[in-house]
């Protein structure tokens, strides 16, 4: 089996290069063809929660990805073909795009609807592979995940209406996690009270034909009707990503996914010890939220941005999680995850230095 995954020219020849982040028996297109797959089953998954919309922003943000990858490569004498590579780039964009209105907003947010949706994935596919993927790579490595760090450059102006959460909401406000949340809101009397953390979670995520008649861990676990493509169903996350886990358990950086969801887990559990509250509910929303579950597995562990020794990954994952907390719980953003990311991917070069460096992709 060729090593050899990257193809560039030299003196008006072709020549393919070794992938600089996996060696062994597994190549960096099959590494990405599993991953690719992986991801196809998502898609296939979101068609349920989204309809048409989520296979066509997955197509639209494969196609334009792959094409510019090709493009570049026909005009610049240093942009290497990567097509598998970019159709998972492409993929993860469309994935890690939110979909969906919730029912509870009190905004209008153009951007989480067709054809609106289809404009921004296309931007946002464009932008991250020729600025974040080929442009970035020039330095001789990546600094930032291309697809949270071009998400979060092209949403900018929408960032207030989509991810800060009270704007979501047709009257009151979301009840903060930095305070008590749970199930009911006692009044002063002791009297429940609408607007609990538990109701917001169905209004805004739960199917706005039926609203209210789904169970939050239906919810969290199984579908929701709003937010990341990619997150439609964390149950499905789960076992998509240890499958591909399984398949490519030596070539995957599977102790950042592991450390992150522990460390949200017992950050959970201090901000319940702190502020009260029920505890499930409070991880579930942490560690089951869309955004949270398939950064974990897709992006979080991408191997150009991510620590290259064990100690370091397990920093990176640790990092990850307390800050994801911290973004969502005090700053009342509910993308906190995608901004920890990146600011992770910033740490990496120290990372580097702490353990000992092992060849990715052998034991």
């Not at 609807?113 to 296309?122: D, F, G, T």
């Not at 009840?175 to 749970?182: E, M, N, Q, T, V």
């Not at 169903?233 to 998509?240: E, G, H, P, Q």
């Not at 599977?254 to 959970?268: G, P």
């Amino acid at each position: 089996m060729k090593k050899e995954t990257s193809s560039k020219r030299a003196n008006g020849e072709l020549v393919v290069e070794p992938a600089p982040h996996v060696t062994g028996p597994m190549t960096k297109d099959l590494l990405m063809e599993y991953v690719f797959v992986a991801l196809l089953i998502l898609v296939g998954v979101s068609y349920f929660s989204w309809g048409v919309a989520s296979l066509v922003t997955s197509a639209i943000a494969v196609l334009v990805a792959v094409s510019l990858d090709y493009l570049l490569f026909k005009v610049a004498a240093d942009s290497p073909l990567n097509t598998m590579s970019a159709a998972v780039f492409g993929l993860i964009v469309a994935l890690s795009y939110s979909l969906g209105v919730p029912t509870m907003r009190s905004v209008e947010v153009l951007p989480l609807e067709a054809p609106q949706a289809y404009l921004y994935v296309a931007a946002i596919s464009a932008f991250g592979l020729v600025f974040f993927k080929k442009i970035q790579g020039l330095a001789g490595r990546k600094y930032v995940n291309p697809a949270a760090a071009a998400k979060l450059v092209i949403m900018l102006p929408f960032l207030n209406q989509i991810l800060i959460v009270a704007d979501h909401l047709r009257e009151g406000a979301v009840p903060s996690l930095a305070g008590p949340i749970g199930y009911v809101v006692l009044g002063n009397n002791g009297n429940p009270l609408y607007g609990s953390f538990a109701d917001w979670l169905q209004g805004c995520f739960s199917n706005p034909a039926s609203t209210g008649s789904s169970s939050v861990p239906w919810v969290l676990l199984v579908q929701k009707f709003h937010g990341w493509t990619g997150g439609a169903s964390s149950l499905a996350v789960v076992i998509v990503g240890l499958g591909l886990f399984i398949v490519a358990r030596k070539y995957i950086k599977w102790r950042i996914t592991l450390s992150y969801f522990v460390t949200v887990t017992l950050m959970a559990l201090l901000m319940t010890a702190v502020y009260g509250g029920d505890p499930y509910l409070r991880i579930g929303f942490e560690l089951f939220v869309g955004s949270s579950m398939f950064l974990a597995f897709f992006m979080a562990t991408d191997p150009a941005t991510t620590p290259l020794t064990s100690v370091g990954q397990v920093i990176f994952g640790v990092g990850l999680g307390t800050l994801t907390v911290l973004i969502q719980t005090f700053m009342n953003f509910f993308g906190g995850s995608i901004l920890a990311l990146v600011i992770m991917n910033l740490t990496v070069p120290l990372l580097d230095r702490v353990g000992i460096h092992k060849t990715f992709g052998r034991r």
